[in-house]
């Protein structure tokens, strides 16, 4: 089992996740525009009472399911920190922000009834919006530290 939590979005993780896409720094830029515009999106608070509950979880897992547990978070929780936490894991408890896209950013699969663009069969037939797994996340250490597009996608996880 891995718990996560206790995660310091203020501070910048000494490892850095790999650069992000291009198509990760547009959404996050679109999602600083909306923000810009109604100041929802992209400032995280500290979730003080996470590093107890992934404790408590950790403690039950191993007493009561006989599993090993380990923890991670705080400053250094970067994207490739925790895919290299969750390998060979069977049991995954994230304690942390998620995010997702404000509502006006469009997905790949929603459909005007009066775009033209329909197929016979009621799909598109160019794509009109972002990958849906790419409109969401989970948000690592240093989120509120960063001061670029590219330093914000890097470190918010999607499932892309």
């Known amino acids: 089992m891995l718990t996560v939590g206790g995660i310091d979005f203020d501070a910048a993780p000494e490892e850095e996740t790999v650069a992000a896409s291009a198509i990760a720094v547009r959404i996050v830029d679109e999602a600083r525009q909306e ?3 109604n100041g929802t999106w992209g400032s ?5 009472a996470t590093r107890g509950e992934v ?4 403690d039950f897992a191993e007493v009561e399911l006989g599993v090993e547990a380990d923890h991670i978070g705080g400053p250094d929780l970067s994207a490739a920190r925790l895919e290299r936490a969750v390998r060979g894991k069977r049991f995954l ?9 404000p509502e006006n950013v469009r997905s790949m699969l929603d459909r005007d009834p009066n775009d033209e663009r329909m197929g016979l069969l009621g799909t598109e037939r160019t794509v009109a919006g972002f990958a849906p797994l790419a409109l969401c996340g989970l948000v ?5 530290a960063a001061e670029t597009p590219e330093e914000l996608a890097a ?6």
């Open 35 to 37: 923000e810009s515009r």
């Open 44 to 48: 995280w608070g500290s979730l003080h």
């Open 55 to 58: 404790e408590a979880i950790a």
């Open 93 to 101: 408890h994230l304690a942390t922000h998620g995010w997702l896209m």
């Open 140 to 144: 690592m250490s240093g989120a509120n």
């Open 155 to 160: 470190r918010l996880l999607t499932a892309m």
